[in-house]
Nanobody
Framework: VQLVESGGDSVQAGGSLRLSCAVS????????MAWFRQAPGKEREGVAL???????THADSFKGRFLISRDMEKTTLSLQMNSLKPEDTAIYYC?????????????????WGRGTQVTVSS
């Protein structure tokens, strides 16, 4: 399984971006897909996940600003990010887990993309 992120860019605070993650092949065993991010000097943190049935979980820090979604064929994962803040600056990663009960713990995800850089300036 190969995950390829795109959509990262440099934007002004208050702006929006939409990240995409293409899954190279449809793998029936993938139960959950998620977005994580990692800022310089900080640990990787979970942003949002979507399970096999389409149910979503967003970390409290991102509720109301970020929205995870997936296409019907389950081959493209998206993250709509609105009202961006300078503290949202990070590398954003797409990840996939075979666990149907995955949480936003990065150790539960076995497939990772290389990340896409998001930079928000004030």
């Amino acid at each position: 399984v190969q995950l390829v992120e795109s959509g990262g860019d440099s934007v002004q605070a208050g702006g929006s971006l939409r990240l995409s993650c293409a899954v190279s092949e449809y793998v029936y065993a993938i139960y959950c897909m998620a977005w994580f991010r990692q800022a310089p000097g900080k640990e990787r943190e979970g942003v949002a996940l979507i399970n096999y049935y389409g149910a979503t979980t967003h970390a409290d820090s991102f509720k109301g600003r970020f929205l995870i979604s997936r296409d019907m064929e389950k081959t493209t994962l998206s993250l709509q990010m609105n009202s961006l803040k300078p503290e949202d600056t990070a590398i954003y990663y797409c990840a996939a887990s075979r666990s149907p009960l995955a949480t936003l713990n990065p150790r539960e995800f076995v497939f990772w993309g290389r990340g896409t850089q998001v930079t928000v300036s004030s």
